[in-house]
């Protein structure tokens, strides 16, 4: 099949940037979104042009690295779908599709669709962990978890840090993200533990980052391609709002998001 | 050079806590003076940058990806095995050692395979205290599942998705440490060197994937965390980033590199379906518990597998391996399936595929009971291929994997190179010449969370470390080496793409050193690979500059060593002139097409040793002895 991939080109943070429009001639409808520009980046090669620049590792849904707005979705048309997963039959004959990078301003841009999720894991680094230090641990059936329990706390897990949700939100929220870590570990007796601190520590953190705040719109679970719910987001608020209340802890801190790359070797 | 393993003398169920006793300690306020580098962050590599972290050495820890998060250990799916013994199904420690090194073929170091036994019950302990969410019982308690080449249930799972929720474990406990300020985290940047100092590894030298900026880094020992290499062969169930730079730049530093033709191949995987293929997707292993493979009995049947009768249909893995039927290991498995297709009976629009039919356990269990066991994988299937496999069967063939070869390291995990330590999937110790499904996860663990915080401070505290730094002139040259390279590779400006290059290799390595592989293929693909690359070097062209995200600079050094590693296997292939695990020589094998080991004069681990461009390498072998596992004819029938 034919169709017109309209990419969003920008070498860096400092060019202007502006979509440049390929014409694709064989596209094969098993193949997948990426594996689309992997042709396409053969022909740029081959004509001296300079490839497009997207993430991407894995290629089975799982790591997270690739994602990019398709005409304005997150991740293209189909549910539950990374782009690494979206063939290109769910597409038509002749269709333009217009391929940009996340937008949003804790997401700095780097080149064509890449853009720096750092944020994502300073969030965790504020308290998305049970805090065991390896050989703490006591003998894995010593606390029963009711299976439900855990399928919930798995539902919750299972997000892969692609950054869609925060692409997908009016207000560039982190709030899935977020949810979804402090919903996996606060259900758990495991993490139950520090649950209050976690929920503290995290959004401050989420806050300090520059990324909008939840008016509780859904378009991220929307796009999520591991559907996690909705109800992750007022687990957290829940845990928040909780923890608020006690005061028990000191107040959360947060560090400074670093926006550059210049590597510090000592 | 001889080979010392460093294995303890005694009996095999002390081994560890001997030579646990035995290494030094460093004390708990000197930890912080000394500097670690772990490059990679996956299992191996998170588990014991955090780990090192928290007992309070100062750790540096690198991976080529934009966080620690997306190292390809997140992509494992089947699950963990342990030997809790939880279902009181006959599970012991000695027996999980024993299905190892059967598994292994006889060709894995015996205490190693022990000492991961033995270790494996603590994981387990350890991932469910961080709050990784395994598959639990109605009562709370963990639930279990079998898996290829065991007859006990010893698997842990986190539904398909247990190596993310492993990953997720140690990545979380890497950032805690992270924000405690023990660890520096440095994504986007890739190890390209290292740096010998006085014989002992001192550092690095890497590029930055986004400023270009290349950099040495010291420390006082470095460990390497990097995984497999097996995107030799283009299309893997591998990460398209996975590579084997740092463990092959070691390599030429002076490290041995041990069995690289020791790859493993999946049996169930979905087939290939185009030119443009860019990788393949593996179907979780546990689907073979409840899923049955089948091919027509008649050549060349063409009708859709639902109107072929159950008479008309050869289930060849339970008719030839009554006892473990469908569970055979990996490397069985594969075998046979390539066989099947070979006599014309395989299916699909290539012929390159078998049935993996679900249709009796539904009819058995009910479609939710599969569903809440396989859900996500059947999606998957469905989204790829656009079949929806509880009404037909999947279609799945065998492809690259793993590879259990990888850099030589004693018991301690330390490389020849005294100070570089290996482990994970990037050394070569415990699987011997096939890896059980369910084990990759619980060797990277071990490794990372027991083994590494224990030998590492052994070297730390039985060595003095001299300040160095950049200004070493090995520093330099190693800088200088990189630099080269990067200019060498952008200036060629040929005509041909890295990924043609890529593509080109792989095919050569999986038709000549893939699931079966005889003397003359071999030495053809020796002279089609030297060939290639020398094509390579004139005629590759690599776009862009080196001073930003260069994606097509990333994969043009990656390929550039994949040329010689993929050389090397075929060497070792062709110097190992038996048939043992996944490495099948036609030559080699038993009446009924199993293969046929020769331990009279090949039980040992052959470690290859770099003699500079263009000059053959050298081997070490490393004899094995078997004192508790008596090596016979591997048997699943």
Redesign the interface.
Same mark, same amino acid.
Request: aromatic letters at 10%; proline letters at 5%; glycine letters at 10%.
């Given at each position: 099949m034919k169709l017109t991939l309209k990419i969003w080109r920008q070498?860096?943070s400092n060019d202007k940037g502006a979509f440049v429009s390929y014409p694709m001639g064989n596209v094969?409808p098993?193949?997948?979104m990426? @594996?689309c520009l992997? =042709?396409l980046n %053969?022909t740029?090669? @081959?004509r001296? @042009?300079?490839?497009v620049?997207f @993430?991407?590792?894995?290629? %089975?849904?799982?790591?997270?690295?690739c994602g990019f707005m398709i005409n304005g979705v997150a991740h293209g048309p %189909?549910r539950?779908?990374t782009v690494c997963?979206l063939?290109m039959?769910h597409f038509k004959d002749g269709d333009e599709l217009v391929l940009e990078p996340w937008r949003a301003h804790a997401f700095p841009f780097?080149?064509d669709l890449?853009v720096?999720?750092?944020a994502?894991?300073r969030i965790?680094?504020?308290g998305?962990? =049970?805090?065991?230090?390896?050989?703490?641990?006591?003998?894995?059936?010593a606390?029963? =978890?009711?299976?439900d329990i855990?399928?919930q706390?798995?539902d919750a897990?299972?997000c892969?840090?692609c950054g869609a949700c925060v692409a997908a939100c009016p207000n560039a929220a982190a709030a899935l993200f977020t949810g979804a870590k402090v919903a996996?570990?606060s259900v758990?007796p495991?993490?139950k533990v520090e649950a209050d601190r976690r929920a503290l520590a995290m959004v401050a953190q989420m806050n300090e980052e520059g990324f909008g705040n939840c008016t509780n719109i859904g378009e991220c679970t929307g796009v999520c391609p591991k559907s996690i719910p909705l109800q992750v987001i007022a687990r957290m608020n829940r845990d928040f709002f909780r923890a608020s209340l006690k005061r028990r802890d000191e107040p959360a801190t947060t560090?400074t998001p670093v926006y550059d790359?210049? =590597?510090?070797?000592q | 050079m001889t080979l010392d393993s460093k294995v303890p003398s005694g009996p095999i169920e002390k081994a560890w806590e001997k030579t646990r006793f035995d290494l030094k300690l460093v004390n708990p306020a000197n930890k912080r003076k000394h500097t670690l580098i772990v490059v990679g962050s996956g299992l191996a590599g998170a588990?014991a940058a955090?780990?090192l972290g928290?007992l309070g050495y100062n750790v540096k820890c690198f991976c080529f990806?934009?966080? $620690?998060? !997306?190292?390809?250990s997140?992509?494992a799916q089947g699950g963990i095995n342990a030997a809790?013994n939880?279902q009181n199904d006959g599970d012991s420690v000695y027996r999980l050692f024993y299905d190892t090194v059967k598994g292994g073929d006889f060709r894995a170091r015996e205490a190693n395979v022990y000492r991961l036994a033995e270790i494996s019950v603590?994981i387990?302990?350890?991932?469910?205290?961080?709050?990784v $969410?395994?598959? !639990?019982? *109605?009562?709370?308690?963990?639930t279990n599942r079998s898996f290829g080449g065991a007859q006990v249930s010893r698997t842990f799972y986190?539904?398909g /998705?247990t190596? /993310?929720?492993l990953l997720?474990g140690a *990545?979380?406990?890497l950032?805690?440490q992270? !924000?405690a300020g023990t660890v520096?985290? *440095?994504? !986007?940047?890739e190890m390209l060197d290292l740096i010998v100092i006085d014989g002992k590894a001192r550092g690095i030298v890497?590029r930055?994937l986004?400023?270009g900026?290349i /950099?040495?880094?010291f420390a006082d020992a470095v460990i390497l965390g990097t995984g497999g290499y097996g995107n030799v062969y283009y299309l893997s169930t591998n990460?398209?980033?996975s590579n084997a730079t740092a463990i092959w730049r070691a390599h030429k530093r002076g490290a041995l590199f041990a069995n690289p033709c020791f790859t493993q191949i999946h049996p169930t995987c979905i087939p290939v379906?185009?030119d443009? /293929?860019?990788?393949l997707?593996?179907m979780s292993e546990s689907l073979r518990n409840d899923g049955r493979i089948w091919v027509p009995l008649k050549k060349g049947d063409k009708r859709p597998p639902n109107e072929i009768p159950e008479a008309e249909r050869d289930y060849y893995l339970e008719r030839r391996y009554p006892s473990f039927g469908n569970l055979v290991p990996r490397d069985v498995a594969s075998r046979n399936a390539k066989a099947v297709c070979d006599e014309g009976r395989g299916v699909g629009e290539t012929g390159l595929g078998v049935y993996l039919d679900f249709s009796d356990a539904i009819a058995r269990l009910g479609r939710h009971v599969i569903e809440e066991r396989y859900g996500n994988l059947f999606?998957?299937y469905q989204?790829?291929t #656009?079949e929806d496999p509880y009404q037909v069967p999947m279609r799945i063939y065998p492809a690259i994997h793993y590879t259990m070869g990888g850099l030589w390291v004693d018991y301690q995990l330390q490389s020849t190179i005294p100070g570089l330590f290996v482990i994970g999937e990037a050394n070569f110790s415990d699987h011997g010449a096939n890896r059980l499904g369910a084990s990759a996860l619980m060797q990277g663990l071990s490794d990372g969370?027991?083994i590494i $915080?224990y030998t590492v401070g052994d070297y730390i505290a039985s060595n003095k470390f001299a300040k160095v730094d950049?200004s070493h002139p090995e520093a330099q040259a190693a800088l200088a080496c990189v630099r080269q390279m990067t200019e060498k590779l952008l200036s060629i400006r040929g005509?041909r793409?890295v990924?043609?290059f890529h593509r080109e290799l792989g095919k050569i390595m999986w038709d000549y050193c893939g699931m079966s592989r005889n003397a003359e293929g071999l030495k053809k693909a020796i002279g089609e690979i030297r060939q290639l690359r020398e094509e390579y070097w004139q005629n590759v062209?690599v $776009?862009?500059s080196d001073d #930003?995200?260069n994606?097509?600079l990333e994969k043009a050094g990656r390929v550039a060593d994949f040329f010689e590693l993929g050389e090397l296997m075929c060497i070792d292939a062709l110097e190992r002139n038996e048939s043992c695990g996944g490495h099948f020589r036609e030559e080699y094998q038993t009446p009924d097409g199993e293969a046929q080991r020769d331990d009279e004069h090949y039980s040992y681990a052959a470690a290859w040793g770099y003699r500079g461009p263009g000059n053959p390498p050298d081997v070490y072998k490393e004899p094995l002895e078997f004192h508790y596992v008596h090596p016979s004819q591997r048997s699943y029938k």
């Amino acid at each position: 099949m034919k169709l017109t991939l309209k990419i969003w080109r920008q070498k860096n943070s400092n060019d202007k940037g502006a979509f440049v429009s390929y014409p694709m001639g064989n596209v094969n409808p098993d193949m997948s979104m990426l @594996e689309c520009l992997d =042709v396409l980046n %053969e022909t740029l090669t @081959e004509r001296g @042009e300079e490839p497009v620049a997207f @993430e991407h590792d894995c290629r %089975e849904g799982i790591c997270g690295s690739c994602g990019f707005m398709i005409n304005g979705v997150a991740h293209g048309p %189909e549910r539950a779908t990374t782009v690494c997963q979206l063939t290109m039959r769910h597409f038509k004959d002749g269709d333009e599709l217009v391929l940009e990078p996340w937008r949003a301003h804790a997401f700095p841009f780097l080149k064509d669709l890449c853009v720096d999720r750092r944020a994502f894991d300073r969030i965790i680094a504020a308290g998305g962990y =049970v805090s065991v230090s390896t050989g703490n641990a006591p003998d894995a059936n010593a606390i029963p =978890v009711g299976k439900d329990i855990a399928d919930q706390a798995m539902d919750a897990a299972a997000c892969i840090g692609c950054g869609a949700c925060v692409a997908a939100c009016p207000n560039a929220a982190a709030a899935l993200f977020t949810g979804a870590k402090v919903a996996h570990l606060s259900v758990l007796p495991q993490g139950k533990v520090e649950a209050d601190r976690r929920a503290l520590a995290m959004v401050a953190q989420m806050n300090e980052e520059g990324f909008g705040n939840c008016t509780n719109i859904g378009e991220c679970t929307g796009v999520c391609p591991k559907s996690i719910p909705l109800q992750v987001i007022a687990r957290m608020n829940r845990d928040f709002f909780r923890a608020s209340l006690k005061r028990r802890d000191e107040p959360a801190t947060t560090i400074t998001p670093v926006y550059d790359w210049k =590597v510090k070797t000592q | 050079m001889t080979l010392d393993s460093k294995v303890p003398s005694g009996p095999i169920e002390k081994a560890w806590e001997k030579t646990r006793f035995d290494l030094k300690l460093v004390n708990p306020a000197n930890k912080r003076k000394h500097t670690l580098i772990v490059v990679g962050s996956g299992l191996a590599g998170a588990s014991a940058a955090a780990t090192l972290g928290e007992l309070g050495y100062n750790v540096k820890c690198f991976c080529f990806q934009d966080s $620690p998060r !997306r190292a390809h250990s997140i992509a494992a799916q089947g699950g963990i095995n342990a030997a809790k013994n939880y279902q009181n199904d006959g599970d012991s420690v000695y027996r999980l050692f024993y299905d190892t090194v059967k598994g292994g073929d006889f060709r894995a170091r015996e205490a190693n395979v022990y000492r991961l036994a033995e270790i494996s019950v603590h994981i387990i302990d350890q991932c469910v205290a961080q709050g990784v $969410p395994f598959a !639990r019982e *109605y009562g709370g308690a963990l639930t279990n599942r079998s898996f290829g080449g065991a007859q006990v249930s010893r698997t842990f799972y986190a539904r398909g /998705q247990t190596g /993310q929720q492993l990953l997720l474990g140690a *990545y979380q406990a890497l950032e805690r440490q992270a !924000r405690a300020g023990t660890v520096a985290m *440095y994504p !986007r940047t890739e190890m390209l060197d290292l740096i010998v100092i006085d014989g002992k590894a001192r550092g690095i030298v890497t590029r930055h994937l986004v400023t270009g900026e290349i /950099q040495t880094h010291f420390a006082d020992a470095v460990i390497l965390g990097t995984g497999g290499y097996g995107n030799v062969y283009y299309l893997s169930t591998n990460a398209k980033g996975s590579n084997a730079t740092a463990i092959w730049r070691a390599h030429k530093r002076g490290a041995l590199f041990a069995n690289p033709c020791f790859t493993q191949i999946h049996p169930t995987c979905i087939p290939v379906s185009g030119d443009y /293929q860019s990788k393949l997707t593996l179907m979780s292993e546990s689907l073979r518990n409840d899923g049955r493979i089948w091919v027509p009995l008649k050549k060349g049947d063409k009708r859709p597998p639902n109107e072929i009768p159950e008479a008309e249909r050869d289930y060849y893995l339970e008719r030839r391996y009554p006892s473990f039927g469908n569970l055979v290991p990996r490397d069985v498995a594969s075998r046979n399936a390539k066989a099947v297709c070979d006599e014309g009976r395989g299916v699909g629009e290539t012929g390159l595929g078998v049935y993996l039919d679900f249709s009796d356990a539904i009819a058995r269990l009910g479609r939710h009971v599969i569903e809440e066991r396989y859900g996500n994988l059947f999606d998957m299937y469905q989204r790829i291929t #656009d079949e929806d496999p509880y009404q037909v069967p999947m279609r799945i063939y065998p492809a690259i994997h793993y590879t259990m070869g990888g850099l030589w390291v004693d018991y301690q995990l330390q490389s020849t190179i005294p100070g570089l330590f290996v482990i994970g999937e990037a050394n070569f110790s415990d699987h011997g010449a096939n890896r059980l499904g369910a084990s990759a996860l619980m060797q990277g663990l071990s490794d990372g969370y027991f083994i590494i $915080p224990y030998t590492v401070g052994d070297y730390i505290a039985s060595n003095k470390f001299a300040k160095v730094d950049a200004s070493h002139p090995e520093a330099q040259a190693a800088l200088a080496c990189v630099r080269q390279m990067t200019e060498k590779l952008l200036s060629i400006r040929g005509k041909r793409t890295v990924d043609s290059f890529h593509r080109e290799l792989g095919k050569i390595m999986w038709d000549y050193c893939g699931m079966s592989r005889n003397a003359e293929g071999l030495k053809k693909a020796i002279g089609e690979i030297r060939q290639l690359r020398e094509e390579y070097w004139q005629n590759v062209n690599v $776009p862009g500059s080196d001073d #930003d995200i260069n994606q097509s600079l990333e994969k043009a050094g990656r390929v550039a060593d994949f040329f010689e590693l993929g050389e090397l296997m075929c060497i070792d292939a062709l110097e190992r002139n038996e048939s043992c695990g996944g490495h099948f020589r036609e030559e080699y094998q038993t009446p009924d097409g199993e293969a046929q080991r020769d331990d009279e004069h090949y039980s040992y681990a052959a470690a290859w040793g770099y003699r500079g461009p263009g000059n053959p390498p050298d081997v070490y072998k490393e004899p094995l002895e078997f004192h508790y596992v008596h090596p016979s004819q591997r048997s699943y029938k």
